[in-house]
Nanobody
Framework: QVQVVESGGGLVQPGGSLRLSCAVS????????MGWYRQAPGKQRELVAS???????NYADFVMGRFAISRDNVKNLVSLQMNSLNPEDTAVYHC??????????????WGQGTQVTVSS
């Protein structure tokens, strides 16, 4: 069984910063490609940033250099540093994980999400 748990969300003022973390635990060999998605009320879930197993990153256009995704393959963590937040960034942020299991089979998991609210 694999668990994906996000943390680090909260209430922040416009222009502020937050750092989200995604911890992957359970029985598996290693993490594959990882991603952060977000879903605002009444909107579809959208990709924010992704990072491959080799460390290559990809960002949504709306990020505009404000966010940075990183990973720690030893601690099985993926982080999203978010700076210069604005109210349009308010959403539930979800971690998505490709996890390679004990038989070298890849499975995809979603975390429950962490709420980010940007408001004065």
């Amino acid at each position: 069984q694999v668990q994906v748990v996000e943390s680090g969300g909260g209430l922040v003022q416009p222009g502020g910063s937050l750092r989200l973390s995604c911890a992957v635990s359970g029985r598996f060999l290693y993490m594959g490609d990882m991603g952060w998605y977000r879903q605002a009320p009444g909107k579809q879930r959208e990709l924010v940033a992704s990072i491959t197993s080799g460390g290559s990153t990809n960002y949504a256009d709306f990020v505009m250099g404000r966010f940075a995704i990183s990973r720690d393959n030893v601690k099985n963590l993926v982080s999203l540093q978010m700076n210069s937040l604005n109210p349009e960034d308010t959403a539930v942020y979800h971690c998505n994980a490709d996890v390679i299991g004990l038989r070298y089979v890849s499975n995809n998991y979603w975390g429950q999400g962490t709420q980010v609210t940007v408001s004065s």
